[in-house]
């Protein structure tokens, strides 16, 4: 089976290595971009290349963090809605990052899961205000 990979809609195809270097060509491979700041970057992207190496379902979608204290973050996912998904979590992670926030485990463990924060007694952010 090849390791190459083209997009069909959302749908990844399997390809030969021509089809695919001519799909490379002219596509534009992003799922999702988000500019969290003038310094923090998420990209998601299908890769067309199976980066799970051998090791499971192949890994096509790719989201980075550039910037900020989680620079260079990376998951990789199957489909596009996991992709998806994974940029939302990756962006609600960044953004805590953006504005500068200290926060407890609990809370940068919700901004991860993409869930809002809703900060604890012991989070050093408390003030008896959700505000974050």
Same mark, same amino acid.
């Given at each position: ?18 089809e695919w270097a ?8 992003? +799922?999702?971009?988000?500019? +969290?700041?003038? /310094?923090?970057? %998420? *990209?998601? %992207? ?22 900020? /204290? ?19 979590k990756a962006v609600?992670?960044?953004? +805590? ?23 604890? *007694? ?9 505000? *974050?």
């Amino acid at each position: 089976m090849s390791k190459h990979y083209i997009l069909d809609g959302k749908e990844p195809k399997n390809a030969d290595l021509m089809e695919w270097a001519r799909w490379f060509e002219t596509t534009d491979r992003h +799922v999702a971009k988000t500019a +969290v700041s003038d /310094e923090i970057n %998420v *990209s998601t %992207v299908f890769l067309g290349l199976d980066h799970s190496f051998g090791d499971g379902p192949p890994l096509l979608f790719e989201t980075m963090i550039f910037g900020g /204290e989680h620079d260079q973050y990376q998951d990789r996912y199957e489909t596009w809605k996991q992709a998806e998904t994974g940029h939302e979590k990756a962006v609600a992670l960044a953004t +805590v990052d953006c504005h500068g926030k200290i926060l407890c485990m609990a809370c940068k463990r919700q901004a991860y899961m993409g869930q809002k924060i809703l900060h604890k *007694s012991d989070c050093l952010l408390f003030a008896g205000d959700s505000e *974050s």
